[in-house]
């Protein structure tokens, strides 16, 4: 079955479009608002449930930001591959930009490779950021997450 990126002689629409660095690095700070929002709804919940003094206490212990880390990853895991892998194929930012994440075929992830992309995600952030400053060179604006979940991101 060919699909409209299987070939370089596209029968079906226009040329296909790929999402360069900066539209892709506005769809992410957009993306962090709404993560924000989310972690504020969660930490509200904790507050009430363990109350103020309690809450600010837990706050306050070293070993929070553990508690933290592992709700971040969390959070940002379920949201990413959530939205990724729906019939938006977008996450809030992404849809504000007007572009969708694609496996290599031009199919809507699977919540696998969603997971994969976002678990590549830390690769490309762990060695400098270089993962994603890749998108900026790569032919099909590939960030190293795109590369090892043969994703891409290209307009809607």
């Known amino acids: 079955m060919e699909t409209l990126l299987d070939s370089d002689e596209i029968k079906q629409g226009p040329p296909t479009r790929f999402a360069g660095f900066w539209i892709r690095f506005f769809a992410y700070i957009i993306d962090s608002i709404v993560m924000a929002g989310i972690f504020a709804v969660i930490f509200a919940i904790i507050a009430v449930v363990l ?34 892998s729906s019939e938006k194929q977008a996450t809030v930012g992404k849809m ?18 969603a997971a994969g992309r976002y678990l590549g995600k830390i690769i490309s952030s762990i060695i400098l950021l270089i993962g994603f400053i890749m ?11 795109d590369v090892m979940a043969n994703t891409l991101v290209i307009y809607k």
């Open 51 to 84: 109350g103020v003094d309690s809450f600010s206490r837990w706050m306050g212990d070293p070993a929070t930001s553990v508690s933290i880390n592992g709700l971040s990853f969390i959070v940002g895991l379920a949201y990413f591959v959530w939205m990724e």
């Open 96 to 113: 504000a930009m007007g572009i969708i994440v694609v496996d290599d075929a031009g199919r809507r992830l699977t919540p696998g490779r």
């Open 135 to 145: 998108v900026a060179f790569h032919e099909k604006k590939k960030g190293l997450h």
